[in-house]
T-cell receptor
Framework: DAKTTQPTSMDCAEGRAANLPCNHSTISGNEYVYWYRQIHSQGPQYIIHGLKNNETNEMASLIITEDRKSSTLILPHATLRDTAVYYCMEGAQKLVFGQGTRLTINP | DTAVSQTPKYLVTQMGNDKSIKCEQNLGHDTMYWYKQDSKKFLKIMFSYNNKELIINETVPNRFSPKSPDKAHLNLHINSLELGDSAVYFC?????????????FGQGTRLTVV
């Protein structure tokens, strides 16, 4: 079973920042936090991952709290193509997908 | 170049048949996975192979048998197909040795059992 909790759904206006929260209170010290997304029945797509420090890449930013029990994925300027289900996960060797957050970007 | 490719993309078959889904990755990864996504859209891991050895085997019926001829391929064979096997099956690969790695997924095989 998934060990992370995320809101079931969120809406965001196109061009605004989308902030997706995730709780991972059982994460162990050497486990990374991973974010993936799945766009309409395509294969899941890697977005970003981090251990302790905040991370940024061309797709998103990841903010991890100091106690590592939660994180926030930030899509700085959401577009309609960012509409997808976003999954937050602990670890890497066995990716356990929860229900994710269905993010809808509205025009 | 497609990193993780699955064939076929669509598969429609009758109950009781035996079918196979093939997966190949050209990323040089040493670990491959099979996931099942049912009609409720939950993604569940089924199997994982590392260097051709089974390392993860979730509670999956014995009718499902993965086969890894080499570390670039992981095929899924399903015997005596049932209606409940209808789902989208995703193959993925990653590098096992490090915890700091990302997984790449194929585009899925939509299996419909009639």
């Amino acid at each position: 079973d998934a060990k992370t909790t995320q809101p079931t759904s969120m809406d965001c206006a196109e061009g605004r920042a989308a902030n997706l929260p995730c709780n991972h209170s059982t994460i162990s010290g050497n486990e990374y936090v991973y974010w993936y997304r799945q766009i309409h029945s395509q294969g899941p797509q890697y977005i970003i991952h981090g251990l302790k420090n905040n991370e940024t890449n061309e797709m998103a930013s990841l903010i991890i709290t100091e106690d590592r029990k939660s994180s926030t994925l930030i899509l700085p300027h959401a577009t309609l193509r960012d509409t997808a289900v976003y999954y937050c996960m602990e670890g890497a060797q066995k990716l356990v997908f929860g229900q994710g957050t269905r993010l809808t970007i509205n025009p | 170049d497609t990193a993780v490719s699955q064939t076929p993309k669509y598969l429609v078959t009758q109950m009781g048949n035996d079918k196979s889904i093939k997966c190949e990755q050209n990323l040089g990864h040493d670990t491959m996975y099979w996931y099942k996504q049912d009609s409720k859209k939950f993604l569940k891991i089924m199997f994982s192979y590392n260097n051709k050895e089974l390392i993860i085997n979730e509670t999956v019926p014995n009718r499902f048998s993965p086969k890894s001829p080499d570390k670039a391929h992981l095929n899924l064979h399903i015997n005596s197909l049932e209606l409940g096997d209808s789902a989208v099956y995703f193959c993925a690969s990653s590098q096992f040795r490090t915890l700091n790695t990302e997984a790449f997924f194929g585009q899925g095989t939509r299996l419909t059992v009639v």
